[in-house]
């Protein structure tokens, strides 16, 4: 019911960036939160950051003041804003949403990922 598009991983330098973006399609009548969780190899999936409807951001504690979320709202759309990236952000990125579709269900989605490598 709900597809996720995610884009702009890749292989970057530590103090580098990189901006993710996950647009989000299908029967969606409104959406609460949009949000980016990572998983490393051999750790839990972590939440990363998340944007809420109005606006309310959340960031791990790891990444705060290095990562921004944003969301265009017209497009269904979040970003992740990377700066000043880290070997230790080198993970698998995940796009997660939560909506209420048109026939009124709450449902949360998952993208496929999008790997993030920091290397020199």
């Known amino acids: 019911q709900v597809q996720l598009v995610e884009s702009g991983g890749g292989l970057v330098q530590p103090g580098g960036s990189l901006r993710l973006s996950c647009a989000a399609s299908?029967?969606?009548?409104?959406?609460?939160?949009m949000g980016w969780y990572r998983q490393a190899p051999g750790k839990s999936r972590e939440l990363v950051a998340r944007?809420?409807?109005?606006?309310?951001?959340y960031y791990v504690d790891s990444v705060e003041g290095r990562f921004t979320i944003s969301r265009d709202n017209a497009k269904n759309t979040v970003y992740l804003q990377m700066n000043s990236l880290k070997p230790e952000d080198t993970a698998r990125y995940y796009c997660?949403?939560?909506?209420?579709?048109?026939?009124?269900?709450?449902?949360?989605?998952w993208g496929q990922g999008t790997q993030v490598t920091v290397s020199s």
């Open positions: 944007i809420t409807s109005a606006g309310s951001t």
């Open positions: 299908g029967s969606i009548s409104s959406i609460y939160s």
């Open positions: 997660n949403v939560h909506v209420v579709t048109e026939d009124s269900t709450s449902l949360r989605s």
